[in-house]
């Protein structure tokens, strides 16, 4: 008997599953394993990047189209979706979560972290992820909502293993593997901006590349999973998202074939694992896996 592999990935707001880990989760998803996007916040105070769909008309129903467009990636992704139900935080200049002063009244960033956890550890103890993905400790990025996440994925992974806690959700389980998302490095970016250049292209890189690149993740990066061949149902995923992307933007501009061959994966750091695994990796399941048998 195979075992059937499960990933779960805990983002913030409909469209980050397309920017973060889409390729990879494409990948898995058709290598037969069970994919779970869990979607905190309904991304009502995102902003609409898209100028041909910046109108009135759009912004009165933002959340109700933002649910349509994750109903679209979701298929094209092929994963499974569940929502949180919590409600956007907008974006705060400076934000740190010990100073919650400038965002609104009920917003995900200002529940507490354990209510907010109750209904992951729920998700978790049903799903039984043997591999979960999440946001490193400043979010990847400092938005309140990616704070948030990360502070809401460790807490309800550690009280999902507990018996003692939540006994109404079922039995206790514990998460095998814990990854962060290391999606944008100096490195990467060194060596997509070089591959543009090397093919006489203009490269949407290299503003980026003056950027203050202090703290750069590059060498946390433990674990890089091969998926270029995923890398068109990534972007026509993260396309699904109209009011979140420019479809004409800089994200588009380097050809697939470009970034299949300066940089084909996708990056993680491996930080909790129950099961033994080798250092550099190149499967999310490492350690995870039924060992194959031989035949007789």
Request: proline share 7%.
């Amino acid at each position: 008997m195979t075992q059937r592999l499960r990933l779960m990935a805990v983002h913030a707001h409909p469209d980050d599953e397309s920017s973060k880990g889409a390729a990879t989760m494409a990948r898995y998803v058709r290598e037969g394993a069970e994919v779970l996007v869990v979607t905190c916040t309904g991304g009502e105070r995102g902003d609409v990047l898209n100028p041909k769909l910046d109108r009135p008309d759009v912004w009165e129903n933002i959340g109700e189209i933002r649910r349509a467009e994750m109903a679209a990636a979701r298929d094209i992704l092929g994963v499974d979706q569940a929502w949180l139900g919590f409600v956007d935080s907008g974006w705060v200049e400076g934000y740190t979560h010990d100073d919650p002063s400038g965002l609104p009244e009920g917003c995900f960033a200002r529940v507490s972290v354990e209510e907010a956890a109750a209904p992951l550890v729920k998700l978790i103890r049903e799903f039984q992820p043997q591999v979960l993905l999440t946001y490193d400790e400043d979010g990847g990025y400092p938005h309140p909502d990616h704070i948030q996440t990360h502070l809401v994925s460790m807490a309800a992974i550690e009280a999902a293993a507990d018996p003692e806690r939540y006994p109404d959700f079922g039995p206790a389980f514990e998460v095998p593997k814990v990854y962060y998302h290391i999606s944008f490095t100096k490195l990467k970016f060194t060596a997509l901006h070089e591959a543009m250049l090397a093919a006489g292209l203009e490269s949407p890189y290299g503003e980026r590349l003056n950027d203050d690149w202090v703290g750069d993740k590059s060498p946390r990066i433990t674990t890089r999973i091969p998926c270029g061949e995923y890398f068109e149902l990534r972007d026509d995923a993260l396309r699904a998202h109209a009011t979140q992307i420019d479809p004409d933007g800089p994200w588009f501009r380097a050809p697939l074939t470009v970034q299949r061959a300066a940089w084909p994966t996708e990056d993680y750091q491996l930080v909790r694992s129950t099961v033994a695994t080798a250092i550099p990796e190149d499967d999310l399941f490492a350690g995870v896996r039924a060992p194959a048998v031989a035949d007789r």
